[in-house]
T-cell receptor, first 112, second 112 residues
Framework: DGGITQSPKYLFRKEGQNVTLSCEQN?????MYWYRQDPGQGLRLIYY???????QKGDIAEGYSVSREKKESFPLTVTSAQKNPTAFYLC???????????FGPGTRLTVL | KQEVTQIPAALSVPEGENLVLNCSFT??????LQWFRQDPGKGLTSLLL?????REQTSGRLNASLDKSSGRSTLYIAASQPGDSATYLC???????????FGDGTTLTVKP
């Protein structure tokens, strides 16, 4: 059963804490992406990776970090430097850059 | 910087009606344009992907068109059903950047 999984579904963070969101895909896709979605808005790109051990900043990378040590995994860390992290986070993958993107179910992060 | 606009922000129609959703973008140097569907609290599902060299794509009751020169795309939904109720987002991938810019979406309600 191929697809993209994200965990956890809901995450609560205290101010000053770092948290890591998981994204795993078994589609054998080269490219992976992290987006942030705020209520009533579209998606904004945080980071993307086109190949293992390589990634690029998107439009709103400040306060976030990623790694791409394995083809199937692209975890996102939300650091304490991110001033307003409460949002819905979506991970996506595509076979290659510019191919159809497939999305995971999302993680809703709330800062307490 | 690419900007993507979707008008209207919300649309309500009776079941059975044909409808058109609009997407406009400011920079015509695009690689492709993709239409997505998002149900509340869920990830995105890809509906149609139009390459920059194409004029339209069709899938079932959906037809998407692309006019690069005018910076516009439309998503036509025929014979709408209550199950079509969702938010529809368009995303444009820039030629050079390898990343997508999303519109804020149109929330469609189809009333029985």
């Amino acid at each position: 059963d191929g697809g993209i999984t994200q965990s956890p579904k809901y995450l609560f963070r205290k101010e000053g804490q770092n948290v890591t969101l998981s994204c795993e895909q078994n589609l054998n896709h080269d490219a992976m992406y992290w987006y942030r979605q705020d209520p009533g808005q579209g998606l904004r790109l945080i980071y993307y990776s086109q190949i293992v051990n390589d990634f690029q900043k998107g439009d709103i990378a400040e306060g976030y970090s990623v790694s791409r040590e394995k083809k199937e995994s692209f975890p996102l860390t939300v650091t304490s430097a991110q001033k307003n992290p409460t949002a819905f986070y979506l991970c996506a993958s595509s076979m290659r850059r510019s191919d159809t993107q497939y999305f995971g179910p999302g993680t809703r992060l709330t800062v307490l | 910087k690419q900007e993507v606009t979707q008008i209207p922000a919300a649309l309500s129609v009776p079941e059975g009606e044909n409808l058109v959703l609009n997407c406009s973008f400011t920079d015509s140097a695009i690689y492709n344009l993709q239409w997505f569907r998002q149900d509340p609290g869920k990830g995105l599902t890809s509906l149609l992907l139009i390459q920059s060299s194409q004029r339209e794509q069709t899938s079932g009751r959906l037809n998407a068109s692309l006019d690069k020169s005018s910076g516009r795309s439309t998503l036509y939904i025929a014979a709408s059903q209550p199950g079509d109720s969702a938010t529809y987002l368009c995303a444009v991938e820039d030629t050079n950047a390898g990343k997508s810019t999303f519109g804020d979406g149109t929330t469609l309600t189809v009333k029985p």
